[in-house]
Structure formats: C-alpha cells, structure tokens
C-alpha cells in the first residue's frame, strides 16, 4: 500500500527518499512527504498532495541537507488526502514519523494524548504515534525504549519509522502487519516498505518480522523481538535487478507487464521438470508427504488472485483427484467455518504481504489445517515465511496497479499445484505428460495472442462512450471473464460485470441493450456449443457483442457481433490464453478514455491494510 523510505547515511539523503518513493508510488499515491534533520539538528519537513513528482518539485526549490531522513506516500485510510493528512508527522518540533497501515484504537489515544496537551494538527489515525512516542520519551532513557512502550499500546496495523531530531545518528523502526524491509549500506543503512525503493542504494536486505521493534544506525542494526529480546534477521543479496522498476520502451507499465509475460511464464516454467515430471520440490521440501496427505484444498485470496483461485478449483478438482473450496480472504477470516478433515490452505498473493490473505493464514493455522501453501512473487515476503509451503511465481517486480503478469504466473502455478497433488492422488504419467507439453506451449502461444494488439486496439474504440458491459464465459473461463470485467473497471472506470454465460437467462438478459457490450470468451471446448446458444439469446435482445473466438470455432463477424480469433490452444491452458486479449481491451480502452492506467484512482498495489 502506501510507501515508506528511511535512511541514515553521511552524505545528504533527500535524493535517495525521494527516487525510492518514485520507485514504491505505485503503491499509494495520493500525497507524500519527507523529514529530514539536518547537521544543525533541524527537523525539516516538506509534504505535498498528489504525485510524488510534486514533492521532488518542492525540494528542488527548498533544498533539505541532512543524513539522517524518512519519506512517505500516503493512500489514505483517516482523512482526506491533503497537505495536513500527509506524513511525517510530527510531534512538538522534535519527533518524526511515517506509518503504514492502520491504527485501531487512535480514537482513544487521541483523546488521552489530547488530556495531557498535545494538538493534533492532522484527521490521521498515524498521529497519535507521534505524540505517543513524545510523551514515552519523558520516562524512558532513550527513543527506543520509547517506541518499545508505544507500539505495546497500539491496536491494529503499523510498519512505522521515528526519528528524533536530538538523536540524529538513529532512526527506530517497528513492524506489526505492515512490512518493511531493512536495506544495509556501506556506512549507511536504510528501511523500506519495499525493496523496490532501495536497490539504487543496496542489494543487502533483511525483512523485519511480525512484533520486531529495531534500532538503525549508520554502523548498526540492533534487531527485538516482541519481548524485547535481541533477534538476529538473515540478511540476503536480493536477484531483483536494478532497473526493474523501469519502463523501458513502453508507454505504460500495465503494457510492458502484458508484453512480459511469455518470458514471465518460461521463467516459472524453468527447472521445475525433470524428464516430464514436475519437480515436486518446487513447492518446498516436504511437499510429497504434505500433498499425499492431503483430501481438500482449501484456497484464500483478494481481487486478481481470487480468480486465479477460481480457475484452480475447477482444475483440482477435474484433475487432482481431491476436493476445492475457494474463498475471498475478508469474507473467510470473519466468519465461522468448517475445517474440512487433511485440508491444505493455499493462499494466492502478488506481494506475500496482502493484510486479508496473511489473517486468513494466520487464522487457519488456528483452526487446525493441516499444512499451508503460499503462491506467491515475492520471495521472503510474509506469507511465504509464514507458510509450510510455498511456490514463487518469477513474475519480476509487477508496478502496474492493475495485475497482469503476476495473475498468469499464479494460474502456471496453479496448474503445476494441480500436477503435483494428482501426482500424489492417481493422476497417470500420461496425464501429467500431456498437461505439462500444454504448459511448454505457453510462452509461443501468448506471444500470438500479443499480435492482436493492433485488432484489439480497434475494437476498444466502441467502448469510449459505454458506461457499463458484461463479460461472459463458461466454466474455466467464467473467472477469466470475471478478471477481465475487473480489469475493465479498474483502469477505464467502465462498469463491468462478469456471468458466467449460463446464469443470463436468470437476471441479466433484462440489461441487454445497444449500450451494453457484451465481451464473451469462447475457446473451442466442450462448452462451445452450449455458449453459442448464450450468444443468440443476446443476438435476439439486440446487444452487441464483441467475441474472442478460437480460430477453429468458426464464428464470423456481423452487425450485431465482432469477432477476435485467438490461435486454438489446448484446453488446459486456454484460461491462460484467454486473460491476454481482455487485459489489452481494458488497457486500449483506458487509453481512449484517458485515465491513468498506471495507477487508477483510489486503488493501491499490494494492499497491506484491511
Ligand atoms: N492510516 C494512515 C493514514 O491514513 C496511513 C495510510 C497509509 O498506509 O498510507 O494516514
């Protein structure tokens, strides 16, 4: 969600905070700020609404020095987005601080801190964390037994860093829900909620666990655990290149990310075969025995990853020989469930670090699953240090809001999920061989699917006056209609609903009009027929309807319908191959309609609160 970047260093560090905020902005974006204290220990603060380029402008014109610093980009949860709302906050001229996530019982505090005479200048939940940590350091000897005593009255969800304009030569940080990641330097030392921010500076990284409170010097990284006993974090040299965050030739990073992904997928696909057999070990060491004991699935994601989810359970359990459940994380960590007998607990997430997904783990290793399994991109992130198993998609750093490499690799994942349970539940050698020859056509496939972008293209220019659509599709491409209708609205702002094709006749059909585009899904599968006869029942309402067909379907275009040919693929993997076309329609269309694909209005990559 939103951005932290914190540093201490002897060379002045504002340049540093502000590239690493350009580099988390995808995250949260609606204002930003820096604190920065200086050699005369002068707390300077600049905040600024909009994007992060607004702050860089600022600096450029009041230049902060300073080596010791901490920067921010807000997507606001307490307060509207403005210059007030913006972190860091600060405490009477002395404390600084930047917060992710949110802090329950602020309301309280607030009005405790308030009776003892500090002022709030902003509607934030964060400011109590400042004031707090102030009135902690009247009894304690130093800052960080100061926020060690705060952070025990916090409720709820923190990544937070703290700064003292007195003490200079350290920054506090404390995680509780809300990652960040701590970046070693050669006489400098930096805190990220993401490495992202940090790799023009380090390739060094440790990740903070839950309760850890840590003190950070230029020399020095002092780690505690929950209890206050000091804690050792490994570190490790991150893979993640350089320039990832760059954009390269595209216009946009949705685009580049689409055009990613036949590599995305030969990446997720390599090394884990060995003469046509899935290496199991991709899932981890004791993946065999986990999976041999297993007689359900039990799947739990947000958004784009809760439609890979949904694709799944119709491969499980066609293929894998157990049974699947599927559930959005908020809906599952609020509600009283069964616990079926032997059941995994698989939970799909791009970042590891989705606040919902990393609950319902949580509260299903409480229930009593009996092993969990995290598909996830990033490795180290909290899902995946928190789950038995797990298997890393190699999607690389995904920045575009809006999804796209990241849900293909989770369904190869999937799919290789489902190879590897059947494996272990009946699934013949013949089986597996053919489903993983499916697989290797993947990245040839999608590059074709790629050179309909010009046609497409086309297609997304009836859709500059539209309000609303339907997505329709049957069976494994019922979800893949529902991603695409997702995907629709949250770039273009279009209204889209997704059905699957058979349930038309039950509600929708009443919406059918010249102003609804229909966009149906249609490889040539055992459903095809049945979905030809959804297709009339919007031809004789009058609707539009705008067709990805595979080649060999034989549907033709007229006044009524337009139609895409998408090269014929096996069935398996057709829902892979489907998600390409309706992820370049959505982003055609937002290009017409203008909006700011990159980072669509209201919404947050890697969303780490609740
Ligand atoms: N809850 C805090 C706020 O609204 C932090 C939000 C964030 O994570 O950016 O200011």
């Given at each position: 969600?939103?951005?932290?970047?914190?540093?201490?260093?002897?060379?002045?560090?504002?340049?540093?905070?502000?590239?690493?905020?350009?580099?988390?902005?995808?995250r949260?974006?609606?204002?930003?700020?820096?604190?920065?204290?200086?050699?005369?220990?002068?707390?300077?603060?600049?905040?600024?609404?909009?994007?992060?380029?607004?702050?860089?402008?600022?600096?450029?014109?009041?230049?902060?020095?300073?080596?010791?610093?901490?920067?921010?980009?807000?997507?606001?949860?307490h307060?509207?987005?403005?210059?007030?709302?913006a972190?860091?906050h600060?405490?009477?001229?002395?404390?600084?601080?930047?917060?992710?996530?949110?802090?329950?019982?602020?309301?309280?505090?607030?009005?405790?801190?308030?009776?003892?005479?500090?002022?709030?200048?902003?509607?934030?939940?964060t400011?109590?964390?400042?004031?707090?940590?102030?009135?902690?350091?009247?009894?304690?000897?130093?800052?960080?037994?100061?926020v060690?005593?705060?952070?025990?009255?916090?409720?709820?969800?923190?990544?937070?860093?703290?700064?003292?304009?007195?003490?200079?030569?350290?920054?506090?940080?404390?995680?509780?829900?809300?990652?960040?990641?701590?970046?070693?330097?050669?006489?400098?030392?930096?805190?990220?909620?993401?490495?992202?921010?940090?790799?023009?500076?380090?390739?060094?990284?440790?990740?903070?666990?839950?309760g850890?409170?840590?003190?950070?010097?230029?020399h020095?990284?002092?780690?505690?655990?929950?209890?206050g006993?000091?804690?050792?974090?490994?570190?490790?040299?991150?893979?993640?290149?350089h320039?990832?965050?760059?954009?390269?030739?595209?216009?946009?990073?949705?685009?580049?990310?689409?055009?990613?992904?036949?590599t995305?997928?030969?990446?997720?696909?390599?090394?884990?075969?060995?003469?046509?057999?899935?290496?199991?070990?991709?899932?981890?060491?004791?993946a065999?025995a986990?999976?041999?004991?297993?007689?359900?699935v039990?799947?739990?994601?947000?958004?784009?990853?809760?439609?890979?989810?949904?694709?799944?359970?119709?491969?499980?359990?066609?293929?894998?020989?157990?049974?699947?459940?599927?559930?959005?994380?908020?809906?599952?960590?609020?509600?009283?469930?069964?616990?079926?007998?032997?059941?995994?607990?698989?939970?799909?997430?791009?970042?590891?670090?989705?606040?919902?997904?990393?609950?319902a783990?949580?509260?299903?290793?409480?229930?009593?699953?009996?092993?969990?399994?995290?598909?996830?991109?990033?490795?180290?992130?909290s899902?995946?240090?928190?789950?038995?198993?797990?298997?890393?998609?190699?999607?690389?750093?995904?920045?575009?809001?809006?999804?796209?490499?990241?849900?293909?690799?989770?369904?190869?994942?999937?799919?290789?999920?489902?190879?590897a349970?059947?494996?272990?539940?009946?699934?013949?050698?013949?089986?597996e061989?053919?489903?993983?020859?499916?697989?290797?056509?993947?990245?040839?496939?999608?590059?074709?699917?790629?050179?309909?972008?010009?046609?497409?293209?086309?297609?997304?220019?009836?859709?500059?006056?539209?309000?609303?659509?339907?997505?329709?599709g049957?069976?494994?491409?019922?979800?893949?209609?529902?991603?695409g209708?997702?995907?629709?609205?949250?770039?273009?702002?279009?209204?889209?609903?997704?059905?699957a094709?058979?349930?038309?006749?039950?509600?929708?059909?009443?919406?059918?009009?010249?102003?609804?585009?229909?966009?149906?899904?249609?490889?040539?599968?055992?459903?095809?027929?049945?979905?030809?006869?959804?297709?009339?029942?919007?031809?004789?309402?009058?609707?539009?309807?705008y067709?990805?067909a595979?080649?060999?379907?034989?549907?033709?275009?007229?006044?009524?319908?337009?139609?895409?040919n998408?090269?014929?693929?096996?069935?398996?993997?057709?829902?892979?191959?489907?998600?390409?076309?309706?992820?370049?329609?959505?982003?055609?269309?937002?290009?017409?309609?203008?909006?700011?694909?990159?980072?669509p209005?209201?919404?947050?990559?890697?969303?780490?609160?609740?």
């Amino acid at each position: 969600m939103c951005g932290i970047v914190g540093a201490v260093a002897q060379r002045d560090v504002a340049d540093i905070l502000v590239e690493g905020l350009k580099r988390l902005e995808y995250r949260g974006y609606d204002s930003s700020g820096v604190a920065i204290i200086n050699s005369d220990k002068q707390l300077q603060r600049l905040r600024r609404v909009g994007k992060v380029q607004a702050l860089a402008d600022a600096i450029a014109q009041q230049p902060l020095s300073g080596g010791t610093g901490i920067a921010h980009t807000r997507w606001a949860t307490h307060g509207v987005p403005s210059e007030a709302n913006a972190h860091p906050h600060i405490s009477s001229d002395n404390i600084a601080i930047v917060h992710n996530g949110i802090i329950e019982n602020h309301e309280k505090l607030r009005t405790q801190l308030q009776a003892l005479g500090y002022i709030f200048t902003s509607e934030t939940d964060t400011e109590v964390i400042a004031h707090l940590v102030h009135h902690e350091m009247k009894s304690h000897a130093n800052l960080l037994t100061a926020v060690q005593a705060t952070v025990k009255q916090l409720e709820g969800a923190y990544g937070t860093v703290i700064t003292d304009k007195n003490t200079p030569e350290k920054m506090i940080v404390a995680r509780s829900g809300s990652p960040l990641v701590i970046g070693f330097g050669l006489g400098e030392n930096f805190i990220a909620s993401d490495m992202m921010a940090l790799l023009p500076v380090t390739r060094k990284f440790a990740f903070l666990e839950e309760g850890d409170v840590a003190e950070i010097t230029r020399h020095d990284v002092n780690i505690f655990d929950t209890h206050g006993t000091p804690v050792e974090r490994e570190a490790k040299e991150s893979e993640v290149s350089h320039d990832a965050g760059d954009k390269g030739e595209y216009r946009h990073y949705m685009l580049k990310e689409t055009y990613e992904q036949p590599t995305a997928i030969r990446n997720t696909l390599d090394g884990r075969f060995l003469n046509n057999k899935l290496s199991i070990d991709s899932f981890g060491k004791n993946a065999q025995a986990i999976f041999k004991d297993i007689e359900h699935v039990q799947i739990i994601a947000c958004g784009t990853s809760y439609h890979s989810g949904m694709v799944a359970r119709y491969w499980l359990e066609a293929l894998s020989g157990v049974s699947c459940n599927i559930e959005i994380a908020s809906e599952f960590r609020y509600r009283k469930s069964f616990v079926p007998k032997n059941a995994l607990i698989v939970t799909i997430s791009q970042s590891g670090e989705t606040a919902d997904t990393l609950a319902a783990l949580r509260l299903a290793k409480e229930l009593g699953y009996s092993a969990s399994l995290a598909i996830c991109n990033v490795p180290g992130s909290s899902l995946v240090r928190e789950s038995d198993l797990a298997f890393m998609t190699k999607a690389g750093a995904e920045i575009g809001v809006a999804s796209t490499k990241a849900f293909t690799t989770q369904l190869v994942g999937l799919l290789m999920l489902t190879l590897a349970i059947g494996a272990q539940h009946g699934m013949t050698a013949e089986q597996e061989s053919c489903i993983i020859k499916s697989l290797m056509t993947l990245p040839n496939k999608l590059e074709e699917v790629l050179a309909l972008a010009g046609s497409i293209e086309d297609l997304a220019e009836d859709f500059a006056d539209k309000h609303h659509s339907l997505f329709l599709g049957r069976g494994d491409q019922y979800p893949i209609a529902m991603e695409g209708a997702l995907k629709l609205k949250e770039i273009s702002y279009i209204h889209a609903e997704a059905y699957a094709a058979g349930e038309l006749k039950h509600g929708p059909l009443a919406l059918i009009d010249a102003e609804m585009p229909v966009i149906v899904v249609a490889p040539r599968n055992d459903l095809i027929e049945k979905l030809k006869s959804n297709i009339e029942e919007v031809r004789a309402r009058g609707g539009l309807m705008y067709v990805f067909a595979d080649v060999d379907a034989k549907f033709a275009s007229d006044d009524t319908m337009k139609v895409i040919n998408v090269p014929h693929c096996d069935d398996i993997i057709a829902p892979i191959v489907y998600t390409l076309p309706l992820q370049l329609l959505s982003y055609y269309v937002a290009i017409i309609k203008g909006t700011d694909v990159d980072q669509p209005r209201n919404l947050a990559k890697s969303v780490t609160v609740e």
